[in-house]
């Protein structure tokens, strides 16, 4: 089954937008969830959106296309447009999967569109098999920075669009649900307690009897967390001989 990509337009231009609206009408697997024609926007659409693809005009007023990309915390994979062709090498720099020259050609806009329709696939079959505990992620809240191995985590919580990561003596805020992030990691150390939370198994200290035969876990960390009933039949069954 064809997946869907949701794709955002940057360009100060609205003939160049339409431009590329048009040349996408032909690849339906595109879905364009929105426009914006300054990087202040363009910004806000992103972290709103959380689009797969951006096709990004370079040269805008004010800020540029490689300015908006230093001040996203998340960056989606993106397409280059413009028409200038010096700012190539410039491109590449940043990870972009293509340049395009304007006016687009149809011919080369469909390499384009082939190369980012491979390297989505390649994310998506990525993001199926779950992160092992050893390996490290980058998170970003606010002005500080953390590079930290997924076993590190004892706890995650659900708040609204984002969860509280749990480390160390350490928390962290990052903007996921909390459904996102279960189906990532790995369901050997950490497991669903209840609607709003995610443990690591490997930080459980003691475990006792709750009411209607629920279970209420401490861990080594000091939090106490009650597992709901259906995932405390689930827990019981995942741990007995």
Request: proline fraction near 3%.
């Amino acid at each position: 089954m064809m997946g869907t990509y949701t794709t955002l337009i940057i360009d100060d231009e609205r003939l160049a937008r339409e431009e590329v609206r048009r040349a996408l009408e032909s690849y339906p697997e595109f879905e364009i969830v929105g426009e914006a024609n300054n990087t202040e926007v363009a910004i806000n659409l992103i972290e709103k959106e959380q689009p797969d693809i951006i096709f990004l005009d370079i040269h805008m007023p004010g800020k540029s296309g490689f300015d908006l990309l230093e001040e996203l915390g998340t960056v989606p994979e993106v397409v280059f447009t413009t028409a200038y062709d010096h700012y190539a090498v410039q491109a590449f720099e940043v990870n972009a999967l293509d340049y395009l020259v304007k006016p687009l050609r149809e011919e080369r806009f469909a390499k384009t569109i082939e190369k980012v329709k491979v390297e989505l696939q390649k994310k998506e079959e990525a993001q199926k098999a779950p992160l092992a505990g050893h390996q490290k992620i980058f998170i970003k809240d606010g002005e500080k920075v953390y590079f930290i191995a997924l076993a590190e985590i004892s706890l995650i919580e659900s708040l609204d669009n984002y969860v509280r990561l749990y480390f160390g003596d350490q928390k962290a805020m990052i903007k996921r649900s909390l459904n996102q992030l279960e189906g990532k990691l790995d369901p050997t150390f950490f497991f669903r307690a209840n609607r709003s939370q995610i443990i690591n198994t490997e930080y459980i200290k003691e475990i006792h009897p709750y009411f209607n035969n629920k279970l209420r876990l401490l861990l080594t960390t000091g939090e106490t967390i009650d597992l709901s009933t259906r995932q405390s039949v689930t827990f019981k069954n995942r741990n007995s001989l």
